[in-house]
């Protein structure tokens, strides 16, 4: 018996499983992924299908559903909060229930789609906010070990959409495994929200960068701005169907940053190194020593500016597909109804081409792609 894996993925493509397994509890999950390992299968594990981009083929092995549920709130310091979170929560089912009770954290984080033990493995981030910054540790069920090991987050290797258990293009991950759970560390401050962080959140908020505001209008906020870029799943917009961001923002060196258009968005990531050189007077010869290397400070490009600076707007499909460009962001690539995995895919290599070919920058997608390739 074969299922289709086009209902399990917000682009909504995707061919046949061999077979599929929803897990509801942790020892369901454990078990259906340690006896597909002991028989020698690779199970593909599906939590929201958010970040996943199945081809037409499907997959020819046993899918697993992650499914699991449940909260639980663990001892903290004063004004503070800790939870574990089973992999299988919704994340936005998430935030709302941290927003109810006036914590702190990950508000800016709100309308992601997508289950929770798929957060860390690309370090998910919106508005100034990204998971790092509350994320204590993950159960992960180890690959090599068989077995549940609680992993801190410092020994994840998260940055900018990345961790050390995320699949780049195909490639294995650094530590393979399935997340189980997650905890959180989060602020427990009379309801205010974290520091507003992001230009575009603190203008529709109408605040200033760096202040506070009850966590339930950040939220409302953040599902606004969501909403209006078509970034949040709503069956009445035909806009709804997509990966969300498919390109990550580049990060370049400073110095190829300034062979751009004087208009084009960029972001320090990264301060200079401090090149302070200390000679004690009675060594002084009178001469500076040159500096043993020139440090060259890498930001952050806008992949949307770069795709509509090449020509690619709001939109946009090729002649016959059903994949195009969101008509809100361009960012998003869509199945407009009916769309292969193929005619997204072929979309995605159009859009790469094109700012490759204008401004050199090779943009990378976001998802996880299965059975098919850029």
């Known amino acids: 018996m074969t299922e289709s894996l086009s209902s399990l993925t917000t682009l909504r493509v995707g061919g046949n499983a061999r077979s599929l397994l929803r897990a509801e509890t942790r020892d369901g999950l454990i078990a259906a992924v340690i006896d597909d390992w002991a028989n020698g299968e ?3 594990v599906l939590g929201g299908g958010s970040n996943t981009l199945v081809g037409d083929e499907g997959y020819d092995g046993s899918v697993v559903v ?3 549920r449940g909260i639980e709130r663990l001892d903290a310091s004063a004004g503070t909060v800790r939870l574990r979170v089973e992999a299988g929560e919704p994340w936005d089912g998430l935030v709302a229930t941290v927003v109810e009770n006036g914590w702190s954290g990950i508000e800016a984080l709100s309308g992601i789609p ?9 370090n998910i981030g919106a508005y100034g906010q990204e998971l790092e910054a509350a994320l204590v540790s993950i159960d992960l ?3 090599d070990l068989h077995e549940v090991v609680r992993v801190p987050a410092a020994d994840l290797g998260l940055g900018y959409r990345t961790s050390v258990l995320k699949r780049h293009g195909g490639s294995v991950p650094e530590r393979d495994g399935v997340v189980v759970a997650i905890e959180l560390e989060l602020t427990d401050d009379a309801g205010l929200s974290a520091p507003i962080a992001y230009p575009q959140l603190a203008s529709a908020l109408g605040v200033e960068l760096g202040s506070r505001l009850p966590v339930a209008d950040v939220r409302s906020t953040v599902l606004a701005l969501r909403s209006s870029k078509g970034m949040v799943l709503d069956d009445s917009d035909s806009d709804t169907y997509s990966a969300g961001s498919f390109f990550t923002n580049p990060i370049v060196s400073e110095a190829f940053a300034r062979s751009l258009p004087a208009d084009a968005p960029r972001w320090p990531i990264a301060e200079p190194a401090d090149d302070t050189v200390v000679i ?3 060594e ?5 020593p040159a500096p043993s290397f020139v440090h060259d400070a890498q930001v952050k490009l806008s992949a949307a500016w770069l795709i509509e600076r090449a020509g690619i707007r709001r939109g946009f499909r090729l002649p016959g597909s059903r994949a195009g460009i969101s008509t809100k962001h361009t960012l998003a690539l869509t199945n407009t109804g009916g769309a292969s995995a193929e005619e997204i895919a072929a979309l995605a290599r159009f859009v790469q081409a094109r700012v490759a070919a204008e ?7 976001e998802p996880v792609f299965v059975g098919i390739s850029m």
């Open 114 to 122: 997508g289950s929770t033990g798929a957060a860390p493995i690309q």
């Open 141 to 143: 069920l180890d690959r």
């Open 359 to 365: 401004f050199g920058v090779v943009l990378q997608p």
């Open 280 to 282: 004690p007077l009675g």
């Open 66 to 68: 992650v499914a699991t």
């Open 284 to 288: 002084w010869d009178g001469t500076v």
């Open 42 to 44: 690779e199970p593909l």
